[in-house]
């Protein structure tokens, strides 16, 4: 079993930045991929960023070039660091992880708020 708990989000302006953490728990997290995923009012959940247990990296096009996902297997955290946000950017960011045998977790989820 994993426990994932994200935290950073908040409300910022367009233009802003923050830095979402997720902190996992109960299982080895350097075998696992890792991704941030956002959902919008009224949409559906969407892929923004991936990082394999070998940190491998893909994006979404909508992000490219604004947001870096990296992880530290030490303390056992995937972050994303979210530039240049916009409002497009307002979601519930949601943290999975994922490995092919052991199964597929997802933490509670973490408002970003993009407003002026």
């Known amino acids: 079993q994993v426990r994932l708990v994200e935290s950073g989000g908040g409300l910022v302006q367009p233009g802003g930045s923050l830095r979402l953490s997720c902190a996992s728990s109960g299982s080895i997290f350097s075998l696992y991929d890792m991704g941030w995923y956002r959902q919008a009012p009224g949409k559906q959940r969407e892929l923004v960023a991936r990082?394999?247990?070998?940190?491998?990296?893909n994006y979404a096009d909508s992000v490219k070039g604004r947001f870096t996902i990296s992880r530290d297997n030490a303390k056992n955290t995937v972050y994303l660091q979210m530039n240049s946000l916009k409002p497009e950017d307002t979601a519930v960011y949601y943290c999975?992880?994922?490995?092919?045998?052991?199964?597929?977790?997802w933490g509670q989820g973490t408002q970003v708020t993009v407003s002026s």
């Open positions: 999975n992880a994922a490995h092919a045998k052991a199964g597929d977790y």
């Open positions: 990082i394999t247990s070998g940190s491998r990296t």
